[in-house]
């Protein structure tokens, strides 16, 4: 090969090439957008069973907002199984983002840090969540607690049998 031609090629392959690249949004870019209730356990998940992986979903006022949303918590460092966005609103007007995470112990306090998180785009909200039982509560690590199961054998029970469950699992530590 003619060594000038070999430095052109050389030359074409190695060319650094400038993107503008915006993986994160910028405090506040949310503000007024991500509606301050959150559903959890209330859809059925995309990627394994229902006593495996929980769903979270957020509601945005747009389509943007919830593509946003939906790519800042796609490279979240929380753990996240898979994020998904809604094509088209619901009743409301509304845009659903869909998280779907673990079933483990823990699971209480990764929500409340995957809201950490989003409040760096959202600025602080008064947050709510929506469990099973269709009540609104406030979303605390008690409240999560008390009302989002976090073993999939628990939650693999029907309901009347989850009480006898969790006093026969504590006998077995004594």
Not at 6 to 17: D, M
Not at 26 to 53: H, M, N, Q, V, Y
Not at 81 to 95: I, L, M, R, T
Not at 116 to 133: C, L, N, R, Y
């Amino acid at each position: 090969m003619v060594p000038s031609l070999q430095l052109h090629l050389l030359h074409r392959s190695y060319q650094v090439k400038k993107y503008k690249l915006n993986e994160s949004l910028r405090e506040g870019d949310l503000r007024d957008t991500i509606a301050p209730l959150i559903e959890i356990d209330r859809f059925k998940p995309k990627l394994g069973t229902e006593s495996d992986t929980v769903v979270v979903a957020f509601k945005a006022n747009s389509v943007a907002a919830a593509t946003d949303l939906g790519a800042y918590l796609e490279w979240s460092a929380a753990g996240i199984e898979d994020v998904e966005v809604s094509d088209a609103s619901d009743k409301d007007g509304k845009f659903h983002v869909y998280i779907e995470l673990k079933r483990l112990p823990g699971l209480c306090q990764k929500i409340l840090d995957i809201i950490e998180d989003i409040e760096h785009a959202t600025d602080s909200q008064q947050w709510k969540f929506v469990g099973m039982d269709g009540q609104r509560n406030d979303l605390t690590l008690g409240q999560l607690n008390a009302k989002i199961i976090q073993d999939a054998k628990l939650y693999a029970l029907p309901a009347e049998s989850r009480e006898w469950y969790m006093r026969m699992k504590n006998l077995t530590k004594y």
